[in-house]
């Protein structure tokens, strides 16, 4: 079985698209899984959920849950399914209930600041 851990992430992290700041944070959470990189999980409040917009697109974890996904959304464009959230995490997960994870790609970066 897969160990997961979740702890408060040290420092203030951010998270940018398209040079938009889209969130900043002294809250939130590292959750690591196994062998897996960190995932930096943001308190919705920090969010700009303005640029967010829910998709259809979900998938499920047997070890958090069913994720439920967002994209953002710029003036110029919109980045498919870039984030998720677990809504209603499974037992053992609830401390990432309703935060936010962003996917770091060439458009989406994730830094502690």
Avoid at 29 to 45: K, Q
Wanted: glycine residues 6%; charged residues 25%.
């Amino acid at each position: 079985m897969t160990d997961i851990t979740i702890r408060k992430a040290e420092g203030t992290w951010t998270v940018r698209s398209g040079g938009a700041v889209l969130g900043e944070s002294r809250n939130a959470l590292e959750l690591t899984e196994g062998d897996y990189p960190a995932v930096i999980y943001f308190p919705r409040e920090d969010i700009a959920m303005a640029f967010l917009d829910q998709t259809e697109h979900t998938t499920h974890c047997p070890k958090k849950g069913d994720a439920t996904y967002y994209s953002i959304v710029t003036k110029s464009t919109t980045h498919e399914n870039a984030a998720w959230s677990y809504e209603k995490p499974i037992a053992g997960m609830e401390r990432i209930e309703k935060y936010l994870a962003f996917y770091a790609t060439d458009v989406v970066t994730i830094e502690r600041v």
